[in-house]
């Protein structure tokens, strides 16, 4: 089956850094999502990796290693509202979105 | 960037009644669509794909005569919930896949039903 694995719930500092760790295993590998998502709302992209390697965009990168079916999302000089779930999300073979439960991150000030 | 609407955004009804959702890219096309549903403090659930031109594509478990969806023109796809039940009630949200080198997904903005 189609898996995707992210830890539930992290907290972190304010100001500080944070890496959310994404583990998948589906049928075939066409890109990694990451998507941020505040209660209540809809989420709203952040990244995308297709080759293995490191994404950098301001505060936030996203790191792939295929071989390894490994993900991360790195958020740097962490504020306030980066309180919200992080979904890591794959395309599988079929071009279909398998999604992860998110991960929930608290900031603390 | 490309933009998704949808309507209502809350919404609250009778069980028994049925409630529809609309779905707009306002900026670009989408041939497919999709839609999701999402319980509190969980991930979303990908109820069925949406096809302009022709029938839906149902995940395994959804119900296609409670679930209706109609996708009429290259920038509308509506989700209608037949005899909506208290256990229907959830965050509804749609999204629209557009090219961009790779298949970014825009996310509309949700819908929360209450069915009391």
């Known amino acids: 089956g189609q898996n995707i694995d992210q830890p539930t719930e992290m907290t972190a500092t304010e100001g500080a850094i944070v890496q959310i760790n994404c583990t998948y295993q589906?049928?075939?590998?066409?890109?990694l999502f990451w998507y941020q998502q505040h209660a209540g709302e809809a989420p709203t992209f952040l990244s995308y990796n297709v080759l293995d390697g490191l994404e950098e965009k301001g505060r936030f990168s996203s790191f792939l290693s295929r071989s390894k079916g490994y993900s991360y999302l790195l958020l740097k000089e962490l504020q306030m509202k980066d309180s919200a779930s992080y979904l890591c999300a794959v395309l599988d073979s079929n071009y279909q979105l398998i999604w992860g439960a998110g991960t929930k991150l608290i900031i603390k000030p | 960037g490309a933009v998704v609407s949808q309507h209502p955004s809350r919404v609250i009804c009778k069980s028994g009644t049925s409630v529809k959702i609309e779905c707009r890219s306002l900026d670009f096309q989408a041939t497919t669509m999709f839609w999701y549903r999402q319980f509190p403090k969980k991930s979303l659930m990908l109820m069925a794909t949406s096809n302009e031109g022709s029938k839906a594509t149902y995940e395994q478990g959804v119900e296609k005569d409670k679930f209706l969806i109609n996708h009429a023109s290259l920038t509308l796809s509506t989700l209608t919930v037949t005899s909506a039940h208290p256990e229907d009630s959830s965050f509804y949200i749609c999204?629209?896949?557009?090219?961009?080198?790779?298949?970014?997904?825009?996310f509309g903005p949700g819908t929360r039903l209450t069915v009391l």
């Open positions: 589906t049928s075939g590998f066409n890109g």
């Open positions: 999204s629209a896949p557009r090219q961009r080198g790779y298949n970014e997904q825009f």
